[in-house]
């Protein structure tokens, strides 16, 4: 299966990619190609506590901001520091080394796949 | 993630699309709703093609814009009583950057007319203007032998910006100017200027306006024609480095260059002079236009507005971090709002933030300090004279 298969989605438009009992968070392509070049990103410091749907972050494009929602409930663990010094990777490796925050969760809430992810970009 | 782009029009209905957009479907272009228009927002990536009209060249699609005709023998009568600038003093082949307001003085939009015969004008307004600069325009035509005809649907524009722009035009296949060599025509062609030619034997309007800060032209032509000349200019440009660019690089080069845009630094609010657009209105004789009485009173056309009272200045800051459309702006040293940013974006050529804000007169001052609320922190802002970019000439 490919990575993009294996991963799960938010209506958000974050993807998941829960390992064991952390989960990987970034932005989805759909998402980095509607902000534009992303020029800014603030990502929660680690150790920060976080609820599965609050606001976690901001991703600042030229044109827009948008905001970044933790898709689980638990603790941040690591965070990129490589896309907060070049954040431009959330545009040319969105899935891969463009990843924003990782977070330990104990439950996964129920996520898109990614038919139901790519169902819900085309609609719009 | 939720894109939070508060500058986003929400008007839905029926949707427009420009005779490109095969064009910049086949480009790969993303797309935005603009005024009811389906527009590129960018083909690849908005900071290459924006650095690409500061260093080579651009090419936009402005097909989306109003194109209004003002014809007879009152024509620039008319226009004189219609607009805050003095039609009548424009000569023919130049074109002039004005306003058309309420007879509160607040601002409809604004406009380049083109003197395109003796009885003759182009009017352009901004694509969420068209119908109601061309229905003001009509109605205050009454009583003036002039007819006013919105020619939008049979006229579409592209704009070449950057400083290889004429090189890249006179050396266009087919592209010829009336009058001359089409090189020699565009190298003699001044700012504001126009000149007449042709593309593959039908008529085109060649300008040298722009709203990038950059050197540049802007074509009239057939909307059956365009596909063609689009097509003909990447391809003569491409060795010169031009791109085809959309409306997100559009916006941060003209916010560079200190350039308003309607909806955000300009509105029937605001009065030209808080825009700094005072030069666009002509008190210096006693004709009579419409808002002329409101302007020289000097009184709000909207008091309730956040806007009113205030001055258009531009902010500077430091990091990347930047106020956008809606942002509160606060004195430095304590709680008072005393602004609202209008526009604003990380500058992609200077490597700062940068915003366009209306503030109390007593801030508006190159030097003084302020801070602007980003959602929920404070950014130091230092009031600075527009425009933030000038190029070198």
């Known amino acids: 299966m490919s990575r993009e298969n294996e991963l799960k989605y938010t209506s958000e438009h974050e993807w998941v990619d829960a390992g064991d ?23 929660p410091a680690v150790g920060t506590e976080v609820e599965a749907g609050s606001s976690i972050g901001e991703i600042e494009s030229t044109k827009s901001v948008g905001e970044l929602y933790s898709p ?29 925050v990782k977070v330990s969760f104990e439950a996964l809430p129920d996520l898109l796949d990614l038919d139901e992810y790519t169902s819900l970009t085309t609609e719009a | 993630m939720t894109d939070t782009d508060a500058s986003a029009p929400a008007d839905a209905g029926e949707e427009l699309l420009s005779p490109l957009h095969e064009a910049h479907v086949a480009l790969g272009a993303s797309f935005t709703d603009f005024a009811g228009w389906q527009m590129p927002v960018r083909y690849s990536s908005d900071l290459a093609e924006h650095h690409a009209v500061r260093t080579a060249a651009g090419l936009f699609d402005l097909s989306h814009m109003g194109e209004i005709l003002v014809l007879g023998p009152d024509a620039a009568a008319a226009l004189d009583y219609a607009l805050a600038g003095r039609m009548s003093a ?16 607040g601002v409809i ?3 380049i007319v083109y003197r395109t015969g003796p009885d003759r004008f182009l009017v352009v307004a901004n694509a969420s203007n068209r119908e109601v600069v061309a229905e003001t325009l009509r109605a205050r035509a009454d009583g003036f032998d002039a007819l006013v005809e919105d020619e939008s649907g049979d006229i579409a524009l592209i704009a070449i910006q950057g400083p290889k722009s004429a090189e890249i035009l006179a050396n266009v296949e087919d592209l010829l100017a009336d009058d001359g060599a089409i090189g020699d025509a565009l190298d003699s062609l001044g700012y504001y ?71 955000h630094e300009l509105g029937v609010d605001v009065l030209p002079a808080q825009a700094g657009l005072g030069r666009a209105v002509a008190l210096g004789d006693d004709r009579d236009f419409v808002g002329r009485a409101a302007v020289e009173s000097g009184a709000a056309p909207e008091p309730d507005s956040l806007l009113a009272g205030r001055v258009l200045v531009g902010l500077a800051s430091e990091g990347r971090r930047a106020g956008r459309a809606g942002y509160r702006v606060f004195r430095d040293d304590g709680s008072d709002a005393v602004g609202l940013v209008t526009s604003g974006a990380l500058s992609p050529t200077l490597g700062y933030p940068i915003a366009m804000a209306y503030v109390d007169p007593s801030e508006s001052v ?28």
């Open chain 1, 21 to 43: 009992g952390v989960a990987t968070v970034g932005v989805t392509a759909y998402a980095a190609g509607q902000l534009g070049d992303v020029v800014y990103v603030d990502l």
């Open chain 1, 72 to 100: 689980v409930t638990g603790t941040v663990v690591e965070v990129n520091d490589a896309v907060a010094a070049t954040p431009e990777l959330v545009n040319s490796d969105p899935l891969g080394e463009g990843w924003l």
């Open chain 2, 90 to 105: 424009l000569d023919e082949g130049r074109a002039k950057y004005t306003l058309i307001l309420t007879e509160a003085g």
């Open chain 2, 109 to 111: 939009d604004d406009l």
């Open chain 2, 193 to 263: 200027r126009v000149l007449r030619g042709s593309y593959l034997a039908l008529p085109v309007l060649i300008a040298r306006t722009g709203y990038t800060g950059e050197d540049g032209f802007e074509i009239y032509i057939a909307p059956d024609r365009v596909r063609s000349l689009w097509d003909a200019i990447l391809e003569t440009g491409a060795g010169a480095g031009i791109v085809p660019a959309g409306l997100a690089s559009r916006d941060t080069l003209r916010l560079e260059a200190g350039m308003p845009l309607y909806g």
């Open chain 2, 366 to 393: 190159a030097g003084t300090v302020l801070s602007i609320d980003v959602r929920g922190s404070r950014i130091a802002a230092t009031v600075v004279t527009l425009p933030f970019y000038k190029r070198e000439s």
